[in-house]
Each structure stands twice: as structure tokens, then as C-alpha cells.
């Protein structure tokens, strides 16, 4: 199996999830699209991950490569490619899908819990996870729901944050993120510092162990697709 990941931004990476999935034996490569590479050859892979960045979605004219990344994701869906987008991927997804995306009244940035729906007590990745879990957020902006796809969990900011739309799932928050990368980020607001970092370890390998617990179930749903 060959795991295939979009990255935005300079320091938006797999995180936690690439030492998962190396784990389990899946060969995981980058294309860095802020560096200039490219999305030939995308399909040929078996699961395809869009990361996050700074950027918005509709900001196309400054990052072309945006409007690529969704012309990829809808040929990916029409495809039923098992795909996952984090923070903006998941932006972008639904920007694929025709939601629309736009700034939300403030940004979210640190700790936060989310909240199962119904649709994502009864799903079979999200049902293994707590009604109610602490994640990482680092975003400003919010979407609509695509038509057809299940909302999956939500927060009391934003109440659109995780999505499914056949074998892919959209998270707006961050599970695989690391302590460095969270200590990296927070740079960008350091009156903010010390509530972000506090308790840091534990808390990011609390988040790494249910990211650990959504990515095996992602995969079991990705494997059954591809004996088909």
C-alpha cells in the first residue's frame, strides 16, 4: 500500500501519521506543492492525504496549485479514492465538493473538544472514539456541509468539523500533530504561549493515540475498498 501527501505549507506535515504509517508498512511519499512539485501520477496510489497551511482555499491566484489539488480531489472521489484532509485539506475537499468556504467569527487556535453528531456516533471510524474529545486546532476558517456528505463531529465555534463523503473523511482540527510541531506554531502567537503549551507531552500523546485509533480504522475501511 502507498500513502501519497500533499503538503501546502513548509512545516504542515504528516506528523504522527507517517510513523503510523510506515509501521504498517505503507510507503509513504511528498509532494511539497509550495516547493513547486507536481500531482502527476496522484491516482497510481492507493490512499491520498491533503495537509494543512496557512492559506485559504480561495486564494488560487496567489497558490495555483490550489485549484490542481481540487481538480485531483474530485477525479479522486468520482474514482472512490480513499482520501483524508486535514485542516485546510478538509477545506479543500469541500471547496471540491462545491461548499463554500469562509472565515469564521474568530480563529481557533489550540485546544478545543469536539463533539460527536449522531451520524458520527453511528460511524464506523468515528463510533470508536469518546462523544466528546480534546483535539488540536490551528484554523480560521469554516465551511458548509457538501451536499451528501455525513457530519461526522463538531465544536461550539465551529460546528462543521469533520465530515464524511464515502471511504474519505475531512477533519477541520489536527490529530497528527507533534510536540515539536505544536511548539513551532505557537511562534505565531506568543501571547498565547503558555496556555497552548501547557501539560504538552501529555496532551499530544493523548491526541497521537486517537489519531492512532482513526487512522486503523481509516485503513480497515481503505482495505475493503481496494479487495473490491
Known sequence: ???LAFENAEGEHLGCLEELAEARG????YRRLWRGDDLEGA???????FLGGPMS???ESDYPYLAEEKALIRRALEVEKPLLGICLGAQLIASALGARVYPGRERELGWYPITLTGEGRRDEVFSAFPHRLEVF???GETFDLPAGARLLAGSELYPHQAFRTGRSYALQYHLEVTAEMVRDWVREVPERREEILHNLEQRVAELNRWAEVFFDGWLRLASRSMRK
Open 1 to 3: 500500500m502507498r500513502l
Open 26 to 29: 505503507i510507503e509513504v511519499e
Open 43 to 49: 491516482l497510481d496510489y492507493d490512499l491520498l492525504v
Open 57 to 59: 482555499v480561495n486564494e
Open 137 to 139: 486546532h490551528w484554523h
